[in-house]
């Protein structure tokens, strides 16, 4: 794990213009114009493609050199590598795949914590050369209908990538993306608003209480705030005490006001330079229509740079090193760490990554693996430490292993006591030797997800980037990163010759002394604390103010709300059409059979040799109790026993025959009916087809044969409370918009119970023998219920493997009628939960209307439009939160404002309250085909061969069948400005708003003049 920074969602780019300001469409004539002003291919013709053949390694396109060119078979797909004249390089992954992907990587090695990077890579996207406005980057959200679009800080890097199916849609993104990157404005005003200033409160009032602002800041005063980032910021700066993973890339609090605006424009001189660029393109589009494109925006303006970027070798210790570090937390009981980590192999070396991969899956990857398996059953902590497992984004990468949820101060040697245990266990693993299976299994793993072609969780064609990525960026082969066959080859000769692993284990870890022991100490005094460091920087900033000063400040702050307050003329930038918007839904193909205690779906997919099983159960005949507990349930489920093994043999039969089981509980509504609410338990997997048949009996004994028991539910119910817990820094918006929903409806209400805080106080009070044993009491009965009712099953495969015999699951179910769960709604009550947060999370929340209702296609664009025109604007740029968002769940009839990582109380409510003002301002055709084309991204995610049928067919059995789905596009490309102002009067009436935040203060005091009183609860 390292430090990346992610915008809260996925933002969309936008299309670019040529040279001149002309709006480039991406059409042919456009690239013959790039052509003709790159000279980069002579004569170049866009209706010749070159072929493989032709582009064989010394070939020269324009200034770029073919360096490779090699077939990667495995994933059907063609690899170049190129070299420009100005020392750039390019990696381009010819595959048939019309998910068009882009991404330039810069290495960036701050040698500070004043976050440099990170606010750079905020305001490269906050206006360029020919885009300049204020936040093309945000601004474009809704002129696109890309499936990916992003921007990443890591701790010795900067990545911009964006994915998109529409051709047009690429090369305007390009343009976009290409334009912030080389040429940014950099502009002294976005430095003050993203990055850190001195403001009064209230700003114009010089005698006000002065205050560091900016969006940067806080948003790392949130971030710093977890465990998990203080102990990453810790990680890096205890093992490679030399280099730039010492200082936080992100920004320390204390010190981003030492970074100047000169800074940071010489930071970008230094780094974003052709010559310091890793360029990566993907799919069915001639190569030669990328490099045109970025050989005209960018290289074609360049000269050669001579950089030095370049990361040493870190010196190795002589003996291992402690650490203690303290983060913000008042949970003294459970709320400390302790990691053990090693520097190891270098990252550049595919091979030594391939195989740190394997001995750390071997020894930490499931259950059953031997080092996770002892720290668990030690009883110490409750679960593995953060940063536990193997990294590569160290360019010499790391190794670590560890507990958390542990208490210090009950116990002073408990730090001892888990190193010891660490280093026994080790110790004891080598001596014994691994067994074979354990390898066997771990590389199985690899190969099945090398193998699975899936745009679940990212676009495929990024997860190809970062497979080979940090490789590349570290001086080695990006080839060898995605061939596995060489380097397991190697792999598996020194294996057969006996101890491999175990040798790893003595030398690379037991004998090594470039080791650091890491505590993670929980200090409840350290927020306090870190609020007067705050007001003691701020005197130290102002203590020789004078008036004119104190003037200057409030003159600065009242222009960069002037400033904020300028309409841009965004007609500068380009923008995809309604046309653009695709009208139709995938209707992939399927097979159904109706069975006593099933309805079973087989979906034809070229799914590479994998295979795919769903099955899924109403269980809305549960009674509530047993609903809260289910998502329990699921967790213990495929971490437990079944079918006559111990969690151990079970986990160990996973992960040899499948690439993963797992379980869930899931709540939605019918199209026509809020209350029409359908509780779901759902148990999925996979395997390669050579295995589908253990698959299927794996499924079998986790629904027929489940085995609990009171010691390993006593692991897995601390283990869940503590990845609960991690998330809350995190995820404080998620939180706080389920405690606002469920006040509103009882599918809201039930999924709070399942899946937000109530869920988490749920699993504090599992802690003595006698309600756990009672938990084991309620899984009892959930099994014997899940076993009487009607099934939905769904196997996708190539079509040589539909015929797999699925009927040792389908036997199982008894097919009782679905029914609707009665779930009572709490109290219409604002609820604010505090935390050790310095930084808060707020949600306001209406129900509307259900997915087939009329109104519901305006919702949708009503909240786009806020989101984009008005949420971005009040709450971040000008307000200081790092996010500001307005959602509506067509599917759930939920419509919500959030912040995230916001500064402010008061001030955000009253802009929640303030948008019906906005929207009846003056608004216009740009603002309406906007929200439009930005609404129906949510309609059409990007899918691929495991999941296009899984949505089909279950979207199907709910009533949300093609034809509804089509009716509800159809409708929104019919929505009027009215239509969203009527709305919005007829379903978001202030009377009936929910009210919840997640905080680190009681908001009352702050928040009585606006009539809000919260019933306030600590985490």
Same mark, same amino acid.
């Given at each position: 794990?390292?430090?990346?920074?992610?915008?809260?969602?996925?933002?969309?780019?936008?299309?670019?213009?040529?040279?001149?300001?002309?709006?480039?469409?991406?059409?042919?004539?456009?690239?013959?114009?790039?052509?003709?002003?790159?000279?980069?291919?002579?004569?170049?013709?866009?209706?010749?493609?070159?072929?493989?053949?032709?582009?064989?390694?010394?070939?020269?396109?324009?200034?770029?050199?073919?360096?490779?060119?090699?077939?990667?078979?495995? +994933?059907?797909?063609?690899?170049?590598?190129?070299?420009?004249?100005?020392?750039?390089?390019?990696?381009?992954?010819?595959?048939? !795949?019309?998910?068009?992907?882009?991404?330039?990587?810069?290495?960036?090695?701050?040698?500070?914590?004043?976050?440099?990077?990170?606010?750079?890579?905020?305001?490269?996207?906050?206006?360029?050369?020919?885009?300049?406005?204020?936040?093309?980057?945000?601004?474009?959200?809704?002129?696109?209908?890309?499936?990916?679009?992003?921007?990443?800080?890591?701790?010795?890097?900067?990545?911009?990538?964006?994915?998109?199916?529409?051709?047009?849609?690429?090369?305007?993104?390009?343009?976009?993306?290409?334009?912030?990157?080389?040429?940014?404005?950099?502009?002294?005003?976005?430095?003050?608003?993203?990055?850190?200033?001195?403001?009064?409160?209230?700003? &114009? !009032?010089?005698?006000?209480?002065?205050?560091?602002?900016?969006?940067?800041?806080?948003?790392?005063?949130?971030?710093?705030?977890?465990?998990?980032?203080?102990?990453?910021?810790?990680?890096?700066?205890?093992?490679?005490?030399?280099?730039?993973?010492?200082?936080?890339?992100?920004?320390?609090?204390?010190?981003?006001?030492?970074?100047?605006?000169?800074?940071?424009?010489?930071?970008?001189?230094?780094?974003?330079?052709?010559?310091?660029?890793?360029?990566?393109?993907?799919?069915?589009?001639?190569? =030669?229509?990328?490099?045109?494109?970025?050989?005209?925006?960018?290289?074609?303006?360049?000269?050669?740079?001579?950089?030095?970027?370049?990361?040493?070798?870190?010196?190795?210790?002589?003996?291992?090193?402690?650490?203690?570090?303290?983060?913000?937390?008042?949970?003294?009981?459970?709320?400390?760490?302790?990691?053990?980590?090693?520097?190891?192999?270098?990252?550049?070396?595919?091979?030594?990554?391939?195989?740190?991969?394997?001995?750390?899956?071997?020894?930490?990857?499931?259950?059953?693996?031997?080092?996770?398996?002892?720290? +668990?059953?030690?009883?110490?902590?409750?679960? @593995?430490?953060?940063?536990?497992?193997?990294?590569?984004?160290?360019?010499?990468?790391?190794?670590?292993?560890?507990?958390?949820?542990?208490? *210090?101060?009950?116990?002073? !040697?408990?730090?001892?006591?888990?190193?010891?245990?660490?280093?026994?266990?080790?110790?004891? +693993?080598? !001596?014994?030797? *691994?067994?074979?299976?354990?390898?066997?299994?771990?590389?199985?793993?690899?190969?099945?997800?090398?193998?699975?072609?899936?745009?679940?969780?990212?676009?495929?064609? $990024?997860?190809?980037?970062?497979?080979?990525?940090?490789?590349?960026?570290?001086?080695?082969?990006?080839?060898?990163?995605?061939?596995?066959?060489?380097?397991?080859?190697?792999?598996?000769?020194?294996? %057969?010759?006996?101890?491999?692993?175990?040798?790893? +284990?003595?030398?690379?870890?037991?004998?090594?002394?470039?080791?650091?022991?890491?505590?993670?100490?929980?200090?409840?005094?350290?927020?306090?604390?870190?609020?007067?460091?705050?007001?003691?920087?701020?005197?130290?900033?102002?203590?020789?103010?004078?008036?004119?000063?104190?003037?200057?400040?409030?003159?600065?702050?009242?222009?960069?709300?002037?400033?904020?307050?300028?309409? &841009?003329?965004?007609?500068?930038?380009?923008?995809?059409?309604?046309?653009?918007?695709?009208?139709?839904?995938?209707?992939?193909?399927?097979?159904?059979?109706?069975?006593?205690?099933?309805?079973?779906?087989?979906?034809?997919?070229?799914?590479?040799?994998?295979?795919?099983?769903?099955?899924?159960?109403?269980?809305?005949?549960?009674?509530?109790?047993?609903? &809260?507990?289910?998502?329990?349930?699921?967790?213990?489920?495929?971490?437990?026993?079944?079918?006559?093994?111990?969690?151990?043999?079970?986990?160990?039969?996973?992960?040899?025959?499948?690439?993963?089981?797992?379980?869930? %509980?899931?709540?939605?509504?019918?199209?026509?009916?809020?209350?029409?609410?359908?509780?779901?338990?759902?148990?999925?997997?996979?395997?390669?087809? /050579?295995?589908?048949?253990?698959?299927?009996?794996?499924?079998?004994?986790?629904?027929?044969?489940?085995?609990? &028991?009171?010691?390993?539910?006593?692991?897995?119910?601390?283990?869940?409370?503590?990845?609960?817990?991690? #998330?809350?820094?995190?995820?404080?918006?998620?939180?706080?918009?389920?405690?606002?929903?469920?006040?509103?409806?009882?599918?809201?209400?039930?999924?709070?119970?399942?899946?937000?805080?109530?869920?988490?106080?749920?699993?504090?009070?599992?802690?003595?023998?006698?309600?756990?044993?009672?938990?084991?009491?309620?899984?009892?009965? *959930?099994?014997?219920?899940?076993?009487?009712?009607?099934?939905?099953?769904?196997?996708?495969?190539?079509?040589?493997?539909?015929?797999?015999?699925?009927?040792?699951?389908?036997?199982?179910?008894?097919?009782?009628?679905? /029914?609707?769960?009665?779930?009572?709604?709490?109290?219409?009550?604002?609820?604010?939960? @505090?935390?050790?947060?310095?930084?808060?999370?707020?949600?306001?929340?209406?129900?509307?209307?259900?997915?087939?209702?009329?109104?519901?296609?305006?919702?949708?664009?009503? %909240?786009?439009?806020?989101?984009?025109?008005?949420?971005?604007?009040?709450?971040?740029?000008?307000?200081?939160?790092?996010?500001?968002?307005?959602?509506?769940?067509?599917?759930?009839?939920?419509?919500?404002?959030?912040?995230?990582?916001?500064?402010?109380?008061?001030?955000?409510?009253?802009?929640?309250?303030?948008?019906?003002?906005?929207?009846?301002?003056?608004?216009? =055709?740009?603002?309406?085909?906007?929200?439009?084309?930005?609404?129906?991204?949510?309609?059409?995610?990007?899918?691929?061969?495991?999941?296009?049928?899984?949505?089909?067919?279950?979207?199907?059995?709910?009533?949300? @069948?093609?034809?509804?789905?089509?009716?509800?596009?159809? /409708?929104?490309?019919?929505?009027?400005?009215?239509?969203?102002?009527?709305?919005?009067?007829?379903? $978001?009436?202030?009377?009936? %708003?929910?009210?919840?935040?997640?905080? #680190?203060?009681?908001?009352?005091?702050?928040?009585?003049?606006?009539?809000?009183?919260?019933?306030?609860?600590?985490?």
């Amino acid at each position: 794990m390292f430090y990346l920074e992610l915008h809260p969602v996925c933002l969309s780019a936008a299309k670019g213009c040529r040279p001149g300001g002309e709006i480039g469409s991406g059409s042919r004539l456009a690239i013959s114009r790039y052509a003709a002003v790159s000279g980069l291919l002579t004569g170049y013709n866009p209706g010749v493609t070159l072929t493989h053949e032709q582009l064989k390694a010394g070939t020269r396109l324009g200034r770029y050199t073919v360096q490779r060119s090699e077939r990667l078979p495995e +994933i059907d797909a063609t690899f170049y590598e190129l070299r420009h004249d100005l020392g750039s390089r390019h990696v381009h992954i010819a595959r048939e !795949d019309d998910n068009l992907t882009f991404t330039v990587l810069f290495p960036t090695v701050p040698q500070d914590s004043t976050g440099v990077a990170h606010i750079l890579e905020h305001i490269v996207l906050a206006g360029s050369r020919q885009f300049p406005v204020k936040d093309p980057f945000f601004s474009m959200q809704p002129r696109s209908l890309n499936t990916f679009s992003n921007a990443f800080t890591a701790s010795d890097w900067t990545a911009y990538p964006f994915s998109t199916r529409n051709e047009q849609d690429f090369f305007n993104m390009l343009s976009v993306y290409l334009d912030a990157a080389f040429f940014p404005l950099l502009r002294k005003e976005t430095f003050l608003r993203e990055a850190w200033r001195l403001e009064f409160d209230p700003i &114009d !009032d010089p005698q006000g209480e002065l205050k560091l602002q900016g969006v940067v800041y806080n948003e790392m005063k949130g971030g710093m705030a977890s465990a998990s980032s203080q102990m990453h910021r810790a990680l890096g700066k205890a093992l490679y005490p030399d280099l730039t993973y010492a200082v936080n890339s992100g920004g320390e609090p204390t010190n981003i006001p030492d970074l100047t605006w000169e800074g940071l424009r010489d930071f970008h001189a230094r780094h974003y330079h052709p010559s310091n660029a890793y360029f990566f393109t993907y799919g069915n589009l001639p190569i =030669e229509r990328f490099l045109n494109a970025i050989e005209a925006q960018v290289m074609s303006q360049f000269a050669p740079l001579e950089l030095d970027v370049g990361i040493p070798d870190q010196p190795r210790f002589d003996t291992p090193k402690q650490v203690e570090v303290a983060y913000p937390s008042s949970d003294a009981a459970t709320g400390a760490q302790v990691l053990l980590a090693w520097m190891v192999a270098p990252s550049f070396d595919s091979f030594d990554v391939l195989r740190w991969n394997v001995l750390s899956d071997v020894l930490l990857g499931n259950p059953a693996a031997p080092l996770r398996r002892a720290l +668990i059953e030690s009883g110490l902590g409750s679960a @593995t430490a953060d940063l536990t497992g193997y990294h590569d984004d160290f360019r010499q990468s790391a190794f670590a292993a560890g507990l958390k949820g542990l208490s *210090i101060s009950e116990n002073a !040697d408990i730090a001892d006591s888990v190193e010891a245990l660490v280093l026994g266990s080790l110790q004891r +693993i080598a !001596d014994e030797g *691994i067994e074979t299976e354990l390898v066997d299994s771990a590389i199985h793993q690899l190969e099945l997800s090398r193998k699975e072609v899936s745009n679940s969780g990212w676009p495929y064609s $990024l997860k190809v980037f970062f497979r080979f990525a940090s490789t590349w960026l570290y001086g080695g082969d990006p080839l060898r990163a995605l061939r596995l066959e060489e380097d397991l080859s190697r792999l598996n000769t020194l294996r %057969a010759q006996g101890g491999f692993f175990e040798r790893m +284990i003595r030398e690379e870890l037991l004998d090594n002394p470039h080791r650091v022991r890491l505590v993670l100490r929980p200090d409840p005094a350290m927020p306090e604390r870190q609020l007067e460091e705050e007001r003691s920087r701020v005197s130290a900033l102002s203590a020789e103010f004078t008036d004119e000063d104190r003037r200057a400040v409030v003159e600065t702050a009242v222009e960069l709300a002037r400033l904020q307050e300028q309409p &841009d003329d965004t007609s500068v930038l380009p923008t995809l059409e309604l046309r653009d918007i695709p009208r139709g839904v995938p209707r992939p193909a399927y097979g159904v059979q109706q069975g006593a205690g099933a309805t079973v779906g087989r979906a034809p997919q070229p799914t590479s040799g994998a295979v795919y099983l769903d099955v899924q159960l109403n269980v809305g005949a549960l009674p509530t109790p047993l609903l &809260d507990v289910l998502p329990l349930y699921a967790y213990a489920l495929t971490r437990s026993g079944a079918g006559g093994l111990d969690y151990v043999g079970l986990s160990r039969r996973i992960e040899a025959q499948t690439g993963g089981v797992s379980a869930s %509980a899931g709540v939605s509504t019918g199209p026509d009916d809020l209350d029409d609410v359908r509780a779901s338990f759902t148990v999925s997997g996979k395997a390669l087809s /050579r295995n589908a048949a253990h698959l299927v009996d794996i499924v079998h004994d986790l629904l027929a044969e489940p085995a609990f &028991d009171l010691a390993r539910l006593t692991q897995l119910t601390r283990q869940q409370r503590a990845g609960m817990e991690s #998330g809350v820094v995190s995820s404080g918006h998620v939180y706080a918009r389920g405690l606002a929903t469920a006040q509103l409806s009882s599918a809201a209400a039930l999924a709070e119970r399942q899946g937000g805080l109530s869920q988490l106080a749920r699993l504090k009070g599992l802690d003595d023998e006698a309600r756990l044993t009672g938990l084991l009491e309620d899984f009892a009965e *959930i099994t014997r219920a899940l076993r009487a009712t009607r099934a939905r099953v769904l196997l996708t495969a190539t079509p040589a493997d539909l015929e797999l015999d699925l009927s040792p699951v389908t036997g199982l179910f008894g097919g009782g009628e679905a /029914r609707t769960p009665e779930i009572a709604l709490p109290s219409r009550v604002p609820q604010a939960r @505090t935390t050790d947060v310095p930084v808060s999370y707020h949600a306001k929340s209406f129900r509307a209307v259900p997915y087939t209702h009329r109104d519901a296609p305006a919702l949708l664009a009503l %909240a786009h439009l806020l989101r984009s025109e008005y949420m971005l604007r009040e709450l971040r740029e000008k307000g200081g939160a790092y996010g500001g968002f307005a959602t509506y769940d067509p599917q759930g009839g939920l419509f919500g404002m959030l912040s995230y990582r916001d500064p402010r109380m008061a001030r955000t409510y009253q802009v929640f309250q303030a948008a019906r003002d906005f929207v009846n301002g003056p608004l216009g =055709e740009r603002e309406l085909r906007e929200a439009i084309l930005s609404a129906s991204t949510q309609l059409d995610p990007l899918t691929s061969p495991d999941t296009v049928a899984r949505m089909r067919f279950f979207g199907d059995q709910a009533g949300y @069948t093609p034809e509804v789905q089509e009716r509800f596009k159809s /409708r929104l490309l019919e929505v009027t400005l009215g239509d969203m102002r009527r709305v919005f009067d007829e379903h $978001l009436h202030e009377e009936a %708003a929910a009210y919840a935040m997640v905080t #680190g203060r009681d908001p009352n005091a702050e928040l009585a003049e606006m009539g809000l009183q919260f019933e306030v609860t600590a985490i």
